[in-house]
Structure formats: structure tokens, C-alpha cells
């Protein structure tokens, strides 16, 4: 209707030419990837900690296994984040929240500290922190679809290195200003990273994987989880494309400010498209899901990762991503002014 066309109006007048100095920033956005990128150091305490309670845990249940999985696995994450882990295991007499309970039992006697049992929480983990390493971990129970879309994410990074600076850059930039908070109604830093896998399919940077052959595939709780993973053999394919990263973030930016359409579209990793919230049925309010924002899960496909996102803090975020967008376009020093702390 009128207000759907005025509004595509509005948007394509606010479609501006990227910056023609945009460039000049790479060395600096680049040195804050660096900045934020774990030592060696830190990642080998990371499998030390993996290692030592796995062999906790397996004297308890021999079949159980010990996964790494979010940001320690899937390349994403930056020095000093916590550990996720998920335990899978096979155990038809036990409940999940007993799982939890006896796990919390096996860490205590193995000499961990700070041990909590979150049994009520969506996800129900325990937490601990271990004295060798000084590390903190979460472990989850059987939730194997994030151990597969850690996977989806790592094998992304690996077809091109522009990924990890993008998603770097824009997860700093989303914890500086505080939407990276799901309890508050903003994303999550897997939402972040998706958002980046897009745009990057979208100028052809990045295949899309699940589009492919299928060369590795598992089925999660009825959904399938298929794609493409020999990425070694498509280490060139965005080769062709020479943009840098300063102006893959211009892009970014731009596009969550002034080009996405909030009424209609939906971003897809899935299919390397956008596709319309009509099609699933994302038009309106279902139950606590607003889909004021959406992100299609690229395996749970009803999964709608901007659904954490009501209509309080969609303004914020967009007031976000177009701050964001106008400093990239005019400030004298974006690579410091975007991440100047959010002061409430
Ligand atoms: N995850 C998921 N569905 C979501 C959110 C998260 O499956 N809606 C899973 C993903 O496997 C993700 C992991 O949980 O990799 C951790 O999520 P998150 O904390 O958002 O990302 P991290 O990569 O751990 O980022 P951070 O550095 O902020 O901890
Ligand atoms: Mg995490």
C-alpha cells in the first residue's frame, strides 16, 4: 500500500556513495582486529582446560563427549571471552536438569571452583572457573545444533579472511555500544556474525555453503543440517572482489541503516538471499516473537534470531546502525569514534 512504497522512497533517497576515502582507515580498523584476536597462549589453555575436563567427565560416563562450541570454536571470538562447552550424552533414565545436577557433583569433586547450576534458565548450564588455566566455562547439555552452526560459522571464516576482520570490527563495535545484549532486547554476536555472512554472499565474497553439494550432513531434532564444508577448495573464491574492509563496513552499516526493509525482508544465510517474512509467516506478532528484525537461523529455519528484539530496543539499534553508518560517511576519525562507549 502508500505507506510501504513512501517508505522504499525514503530509503533509496538515503542510498549514498561509499566515502571516497574510506580506504585510508584499513590500517587502523585492521589494528584493532589484531588487538582483539586470542594468543596462541590462550588458545592452547583453552584445549588444556577442554582436555582436563573431559577426562573428568569421562570417568563418570565413558560415552559422554565434550564439545567447544560459540566463540572459542567458531573464530569469532576475542581474547578473555568465556568457554562455551556442550556435554553430549545418552542417558534415557536422567532428565536434562539431573544431567546438570550430577555434572555440577563431578566438577565439585574435581577440584573446580565457583560451580553453579543454572538448572531453570532456557538453556540450562552449569558454570565454573578453573584455577590452572584462570578460565571460565559454560557447559550445556545435548545441544548439538550449536556445535554444527559453530562449525557452519569456522568454515566460513575460512574462505575468506575479510569475514573475521568485518565480524571482529562489528561485534567490538556492538559491545562498545552496548547491542550485544540479548537480555536487553539487542543481538546476540551470533546474530552479528550471520549479518556479516550475508553481506559478504551478497557481494559474492562468500558462496553460499548449504546451497551446494552437501558433503557433510546430520539431522538435529528434525532439522537438517547439510552443506558444503571443504572450504580448502574455495580459498579464492571472493578473490575477484577487491573491496577492503573499511568499505565492507561502510557497507554494512549502510545497509542495516538505510537499505534493509524491516516491513518485508528477511536475511538468509540459508539460501544466500533475502527472503520475505510473508513467505514465513513473519508478519506479525507470535506469541513473544515480534520479527521487528529478521534473521533466519541458517539450520532451526523457524528460528527468527531477531526475535529477542521488541519495539523498544529496534529503536535503539537502528539509531545505532545509522550512528554508525554517518560516521563511517563523514567523521575525521571513525576507527575511533565508532567505538566510543555508549554513556546512558
Ligand atoms: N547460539 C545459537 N542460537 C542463538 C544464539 C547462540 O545457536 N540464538 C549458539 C551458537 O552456536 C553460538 C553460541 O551459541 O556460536 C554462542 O553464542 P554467542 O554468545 O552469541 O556468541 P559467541 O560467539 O560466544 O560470542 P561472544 O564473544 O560475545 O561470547
Ligand atoms: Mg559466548
Known sequence: GHH?????????????ACRYDIDQFTPNFL??????????????????????LSRLIN????????????????????????IDLCLSIDNKEMSKVDIILKLAEILQAGNFQNIQALTRARVPIVKLMDQVTGLSCDICVNNLLAVVNTKLLRDYAQ???????LAFIVKHWAKSR??????????????????CIHLLQLRRILPCLQEMDATC???????????FDHVDKLKNYGAHNKETVSSLLWAFFH????QHDYMQDVISIRTGRIISKHMKDWTRRVGNDRHLICIEDPFETS??????????????????????????????????????????
Not at 510501504?4 to 549514498?16: G, L, T
Not at 553508518?325 to 554513556?343: G, H, K, R, W
Open 4 to 16: 510501504v512504497s513512501s517508505q522504499r522512497v525514503r530509503f533509496q533517497r538515503r542510498i549514498r
Open 31 to 52: 589494528s584493532i582486529f589484531d588487538s582483539l584476536v586470542p594468543s596462541e597462549e590462550e588458545i592452547a589453555k583453552q584445549k588444556q582446560l577442554l582436555a582436563a
Open 59 to 82: 570417568k563418570e560416563w565413558p560415552n559422554s563427549k565434550l564439545y567447544l562450541y560459540g566463540s572459542c570454536a567458531n573464530s569469532f571470538g576475542f581474547s578473555n571471552s568465556d
Open 159 to 165: 574462505i575468506d579472511r575479510r569475514l573475521r576482520q
Open 178 to 195: 552496548r547491542v550485544n545484549e540479548t537480555y536487553q532486547g539487542t543481538l546476540s554476536s551470533y546474530a552479528y556474525v550471520i549479518m
Open 217 to 227: 550432513n546430520v539431522t538435529l531434532d528434525d532439522n537438517q543440517c547439510a552443506y
Open 255 to 258: 545497509y542495516w541503516a538505510y
Open 303 to 344: 528460528h527468527d534470531l531477531g526475535r529477542v528484539v521488541d519495539k523498544f530496543s529496534i529503536k535503539i539499534l537502528r539509531e545505532e546502525f545509522e550512528r554508525a553508518a554517518n560516521i563511517l560517511q563523514y567523521d575525521a576519525n571513525p576507527s575511533v569514534t565508532l567505538f566510543e562507549p555508549y554513556m546512558p
